[in-house]
């Protein structure tokens, strides 16, 4: 069960458990494919600002899972009633439970649509993502990014900002788009992935625009760990 919200806005929602101190930052701008424009990168920058200002002990997981708030109503259901058939109706309750919905983008990279109807922003947007992805180089707490589905572009660069990447099994890539949509790789992006990647991955990546699944991605260490997606935030 999600801890309770600590901040959300345009879809970013923040959460910390009480006892453990870990954030979970959520990127449910799910309608968008968690794509970076200027809200997004503002609503995770002020998002990080409430991890950075924390005391310790503290960690943080970013995620593209959606948010799911405590369900107050299971207390109460349970504690209630005339007092037959408890075993049963826990039973119901129990097999009635919604699995946790899989998205399958953790984020799918800059916005191309913003890029090409704002053309004079493009460049300040892109300097703003490699302010973000810095604040998160130096936070001063391990960072995990729990790879729900695919991981394009900024997508990957974000889970490269993190400590550790753990990816779902089955479904999702993580990929250099540059390739394929004409554009090279911008120097922050490119220093950031020298930095996480070994010369070999980085050139087979961004030469190719291979698609790494999970298996492929730990084999060329792109990412630390797989595990089946019902298990990626217990994972991380």
């Given at each position: 069960m999600?801890?309770?919200e600590?901040f959300?806005?345009d879809?970013i929602?923040l ?5 453990t ?10 309608g ?7 809200t997004l990168?503002g ?5 990080v ?5 924390a005391?310790h ?7 593209g ?6 369900d107050?109503?299971?207390s109460?259901?349970?504690s209630?009633?005339d007092g ?15 699995k946790?919905p899989?998205?399958?983008f ?6 191309l649509?913003?890029m090409?109807?704002?053309p004079?922003?493009?460049a300040?947007m ?6 973000l992805l810095?604040?998160?180089l130096v936070?001063?707490?391990?960072t995990v990014?729990?790879?729900?589905g695919?991981?394009?572009?900024a997508?990957l660069f974000?889970?490269?900002?993190c400590d550790?990447?753990v990816?779902?099994t089955?479904?999702g ?10 554009m090279?790789l ?5 220093e ?6 070994t010369a ?5 990546g961004?030469?190719t ?9 730990v084999?060329?260490g792109?990412v630390d ?5 019902e298990e990626l935030?217990d994972?991380?």
């Amino acid at each position: 069960m999600a801890a309770p919200e600590l901040f959300s806005q345009d879809g970013i929602v923040l959460t910390r458990h009480p006892s453990t101190g870990i954030f979970v930052l959520y990127l449910n701008r799910l309608g968008e494919k968690n794509v970076f424009d200027p809200t997004l990168v503002g609503a995770v920058a002020a998002a990080v600002g409430h991890v950075e200002r924390a005391a310790h002990p503290k960690a943080l997981v970013v995620t593209g899972l959606e948010y799911e708030p405590p369900d107050s109503s299971s207390s109460s259901s349970s504690s209630g009633g005339d007092g037959g058939g408890g075993d049963d109706a826990n039973s119901s309750s129990n097999s009635n439970k919604k699995k946790r919905p899989i998205h399958k983008f953790f984020s799918n990279g800059l916005s191309l649509e913003y890029m090409l109807t704002n053309p004079a922003g493009t460049a300040p947007m892109i300097e703003s993502v490699w302010r973000l992805l810095s604040r998160l180089l130096v936070l001063d707490c391990r960072t995990v990014a729990a790879i729900n589905g695919h991981a394009f572009g900024a997508g990957l660069f974000l889970a490269l900002a993190c400590d550790y990447r753990v990816m779902r099994t089955g479904r999702g890539y993580v990929n250099f788009p540059e390739l394929n949509l004409g554009m090279r790789l911008a120097k922050g992006f490119a220093e950031l992935s020298k930095a996480k990647l070994t010369a070999a991955t980085l050139r087979e990546g961004v030469l190719t625009g291979r698609r790494y699944g999970s298996a492929d991605a730990v084999r060329a260490g792109i990412v630390d760990q797989e595990c089946d997606a019902e298990e990626l935030l217990d994972r991380a």
